[in-house]
């Protein structure tokens, strides 16, 4: 399955972004999809998940109750709304897809990632 990010830029602190990944190939309904980041000198690190019919969402601790998941199986696309951004959210946006039928954390069981998303927050 090909993966497609977008919607990052460059917003002030306390701003909104949503950003989209649509998906190609495969069908899109089988994956969990993921949300992943990686900050300038850091390691990436998951943010998101959503499982296969988009009942089961799960989140990090610093993005719970402000970022939200979700997911258009007839569209083929995950979406992360982010709200109340803060800058330490800046980092590159990537969502990826695992053969799966829970929500997963670990990198290593996604098997495609999008190109990534440049989300930049300003103080």
């Known amino acids: 399955v090909q993966l497609q990010a977008s919607g990052g830029g460059h917003v002030q602190a306390g701003g909104s972004l949503r950003l989209s990944c649509a998906a190609s190939g495969r069908t899109f309904s089988s994956y969990v999809m993921g949300w992943f980041r990686q900050a300038p000198g850091k390691e990436r690190e998951w943010v998101s998940c959503i499982n296969m019919n988009g009942d089961e969402t799960r989140y990090t601790g610093s993005v719970k109750g402000r970022f939200t998941v979700s997911r258009d199986n007839a569209k083929s696309t995950v979406y992360l709304q982010m709200n109340g951004l803060r800058p330490e959210d800046t980092a590159i946006y990537y969502c990826?897809?695992?053969?799966?039928?829970?929500?997963?954390?670990?990198?290593?069981?996604?098997?495609?990632w999008g190109q990534g998303t440049l989300v930049t927050v300003s103080s």
């Open positions: 990826a897809a695992a053969p799966a039928t829970m929500c997963l954390k670990s990198q290593r069981s996604y098997d495609y």
